[in-house]
């Protein structure tokens, strides 16, 4: 089937009480252990592009790369979406070159001037058949150039939402309840906490509506402490328990985005193939096992976290 939008992904996702794995993809060993991870699953999956990835593989090269998965595996429905869009033309650009669906990222934007923004991309987006997420409260931690302080970071409003999805026409809602950016979303020492009572509140005022949730590494400490053990260092590296991004998925969580799981697979297996094979330097031979654990990391995310198994 051809790339799909996300609209009867998340109509299923919400009554089934299950989500959608958002899975950022900047080359194509990521695209292929995350999508062969997907057919063998049965399972519909959104593969998401930063405007760090088009700036690193450039869109053509990206958006070819989709679409060769979308060949070798006619079965699943694959979205491909723009995450972070950061202005109007970035939108614009990826709704004119192919995408399904974008986010337009105005959270850091005083109330007013995220509708108005949000409002503008999603008339353009809806002419041209494409969905959009927007978003409202600020995630700490690392995205692109910008990193959000704990201290700066704020929690999703719940009184804003009915008026924010209203005034923009969004098609669905990222929403901040504790999850963060990046591999050290927590301090060590303390226990990570979703607020899952903001979520309850946002799923009251909009019955139906699906949620988005950035930030939902789990940060596997296997990963984790194979780059530490092969060289690297990453001391206190922490990501949101799986059992909660699971039980986000039973509400109203539609989407759940997942990059730094997929660096940390790559980069710790690299590391330890490197640490093994001092002598090996054909790329094939460690991207190999690199995709091979990333399409392992992604099997486990979509049965035992999202539970979008076999909704292909
Ligand atoms: O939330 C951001 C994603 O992890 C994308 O990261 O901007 O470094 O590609 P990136
Ligand atoms: P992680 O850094 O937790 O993987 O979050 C990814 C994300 O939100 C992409 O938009
Ligand atoms: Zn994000």
């Not at 970035?90 to 709704?95: A, L, Q, R, Y």
């Amino acid at each position: 089937m051809p790339l799909v939008t996300t609209t009867e992904m998340f109509k299923k996702a919400y009554k089934g009480g299950y989500a959608i794995g958002a899975f950022n993809v900047n080359n194509m060993e990521i695209v292929q252990g995350i999508t062969e991870a997907c057919a063998e699953t049965r399972s519909p999956v959104i593969l998401q592009v930063s405007k760090g990835a088009r700036a690193y593989a450039n869109h053509t090269y990206l958006t070819k790369l989709v679409e060769a998965a979308v060949i070798e595996n006619p079965d699943i429905p694959i979205a491909l979406h723009l995450d972070h869009g950061p202005d109007f033309e970035t939108c614009k650009s990826c709704i004119d070159g192919g995408f399904t669906s974008v986010m337009i990222d105005g959270s850091s934007l005083p109330f007013d001037e995220n509708v108005k923004l949000a409002k503008r991309v999603v008339e353009y987006a809806h002419d041209h058949g494409v969905v959009v997420e927007a978003e409202l409260g600020t995630l700490a931690g690392i995205e692109d150039e910008v990193n959000v302080s704990a201290e700066d970071s704020s929690y999703t409003r719940p009184e804003e939402v009915e008026e924010f999805v209203t005034r923009t026409g969004c098609d669905s809602l990222a929403i901040a309840i504790g999850t963060s950016h990046g591999a050290y979303k927590f301090k060590p020492g303390t226990k990570p906490q979703l607020r899952f009572d903001i979520l309850e509140e946002v799923e009251k005022r909009l019955p139906g509506f699906p949620i988005v949730l950035h930030g939902s590494s789990s940060v596997p400490q296997e990963f984790v402490e194979m780059i530490n053990t092969y060289g690297g260092a990453m001391p206190g590296a922490i990501g949101v328990p799986e059992e909660q991004l699971r039980e986000a998925a039973r509400m109203a969580v539609c989407k759940i985005n997942i990059d730094s799981d997929l660096r940390l697979a790559m980069t710790g297996t690299i590391r330890k193939y490197f640490a093994e094979h001092p002598d090996h330097f054909d790329p094939r031979q460690y991207l190999k096992p690199a995709r091979e654990n990333i399409k392992a990391m992604v099997k486990h995310k979509l049965i035992d976290v999202l539970g979008c198994n076999g909704k292909a």
